[in-house]
């Protein structure tokens, strides 16, 4: 069965150090990761994705995540943070064979200056 | 490019009334989705409509809720009669076409509250 873990409820920073909000998954056959920022009252704003190529990919607003096959992660990741990049963020998979995508429950992040 | 258009923003009802949600998705975008968001949850497909043909509705509760895109484009999202569990933030998004590659884009959602 595929499924998405997000292993932290909340992630607590200062502002202006490296952040990472983690995410796991299980799927059969390749996947394909999405990332999207919820902020409050908002819909939901894709960030990146992984497809295939370079394990480390680049998104908006300054974020990176890294593709671990074996350790199958897709972990986001940001070298500075701001106070503005605190929402909830949400990690999802697709596997190539199957079109449904799976969510995990969300991260909060929390940037504190 | 404009977004997912989603319209109201914020309705508020009693239960047992009904209510219906519109959606316009980007344009050009064959795939309309829509999901229902429980406050701090993930979202969960209810309904998933390739140009007018539902190919995904194994998730929406059909004795109340109905969903419809008659022209390929614009789609509405109807409860009748709502309960107090459906209180959540309804999302319409849409993709370019139906492959696991593609990105989903939202709209800014449909704020719900039954009381």
């Known amino acids: 069965a595929q499924s998405v873990a997000q292993p932290e409820d909340q992630v607590n920073v200062a502002e202006g150090n490296p952040l990472t909000v983690k995410c796991t998954y299980s799927v059969s056959g390749n996947p394909y990761l999405f990332w999207y920022v919820q902020y409050p009252n908002r819909g939901l704003q894709f960030l990146l994705k992984y497809i295939t190529g370079d394990n480390l990919v680049k998104g908006s607003y300054g974020f990176e995540a890294e593709f671990n096959k074996s350790q199958t992660s897709f972990h986001l990741k940001k070298p500075s943070a701001l106070v503005s990049d605190s929402a909830l963020y949400f990690c999802a998979v697709r596997a190539n064979s199957n079109y449904q995508l799976i969510w995990g429950a969300g991260t909060k992040l929390i940037i504190k200056p | 490019e404009a977004g997912v258009a989603q319209s109201p923003r914020y309705k508020i009802i009693e239960k047992r009334q009904s209510v219906a949600f519109w959606c316009n998705p980007i344009?050009?975008?064959?795939?309309l989705y829509w999901y229902q968001q429980i406050l701090g949850q993930g979202p969960k497909l209810l309904i998933q409509f390739q140009n007018n043909g539902v190919v995904d509705d194994s998730q929406l509760p059909k004795d109340r809720f109905s969903a419809e895109r008659l022209k390929g484009v614009d789609s509405t999202l109807k409860i009748q009669p709502a309960k107090l569990e459906d209180s959540a933030v309804y999302l319409c998004a849409s993709s370019l076409v139906r492959r696991a590659r593609d990105t989903i884009y939202f709209g800014e959602g449909s704020w719900l509250t039954v009381v």
């Open positions: 344009s050009g975008h064959a795939t």
